[in-house]
């Protein structure tokens, strides 16, 4: 065994420097991979969080908002009977009118 040339020298640099790119271009790959899958994770556990969150209010919309919307209908349906049965008994009390006429 002689001496080196340059030319194995350069030889045997290239060659680790290629296995050195090879190695670090797996562990990049594998680091990526690793990534892709837990972001995956992450997303699929906030998609099932947002669909629960809307059955939640859809449920409570269902069972609380509608009803109480009804039954705002229904006391303000009350209230104007209720107001124009009181505007009439007040009318007759002070001698309201018929026609745009006073009564006697």
């Known amino acids: 065994m002689?001496?080196?040339?340059?030319?194995d020298v350069a030889e045997t640099v290239g060659l680790i420097r290629d296995m050195v790119f090879l190695?670090?271009?797996?562990v990049a790959l594998m680091v990526v991979l690793a990534l892709y899958r837990k972001?995956?994770?992450?997303?699929?556990?906030?998609?099932?969080i947002m669909q629960d969150a809307e059955d939640i209010v859809?449920?409570?919309s269902r069972r609380v908002v509608r009803p109480a919307a009804a039954?705002?209908?229904?006391a303000f349906g009350a209230g104007k009977a209720l107001s124009f049965l009181f505007g009439l008994?007040?009318?007759?009390?002070?001698?309201?009118t018929k026609n745009g006429e006073q009564q006697q």
């Open 58 to 60: 859809s449920t409570v």
């Open 39 to 48: 972001v995956t994770g992450v997303l699929g556990s906030a998609k099932r």
């Open 89 to 96: 008994a007040r009318r007759r009390r002070r001698g309201g």
């Open 2 to 7: 002689g001496p080196l040339s340059i030319t």
């Open 71 to 74: 039954g705002s209908g229904v």
């Open 23 to 26: 190695l670090l271009a797996a």
